[in-house]
């Protein structure tokens, strides 16, 4: 089965870290680039952290320096540390591949980030 399931979200008061992790089915990840989404609510989808099969990173400005994207090859599994966290770093985030199955998401997890 083809799938993207997302894990790790939760709860976190500002300044706080969390660890997402994204489990892709082989297929989806091996010969990819994997990316890192999020969307708050009444917001667009917008595209957080991604890597490249050779691990190199790319982030977007309002989270870098705070955020890590890495990936383990062998597991098949895309990982995003958030430290630092900030209210507006609250959204649902989707892991997503890069490549021809692109249109296949995840249920997201949900990260809230609040006092």
């Known amino acids: 089965q083809v799938q993207l399931v997302e894990s790790g979200g939760g709860l976190v008061q500002p300044g706080g870290s969390l660890r997402l992790s994204c489990a892709a089915s082989?297929?989806?990840?091996?010969?990819?680039?994997m990316d890192w989404y999020r969307q708050a609510p009444g917001k667009q989808r917008e595209l957080v952290a991604s890597i490249t099969t050779g691990g190199g990173t790319a982030y977007a400005d309002s989270v870098k320096g705070r955020f890590t994207i890495s990936r383990d090859n062998a597991k098949n599994t895309v990982y995003l540390q958030m430290n630092s966290l900030k209210p507006e770093d609250t959204a649902d985030y989707y892991c997503?591949?890069?490549?021809?199955?692109?249109?296949?998401w995840g249920q997201g997890t949900q990260v809230t980030v609040s006092s």
């Open positions: 082989r297929i989806i990840f091996s010969s990819y680039t």
């Open positions: 997503n591949s890069r490549g021809p199955w692109s249109a296949i």
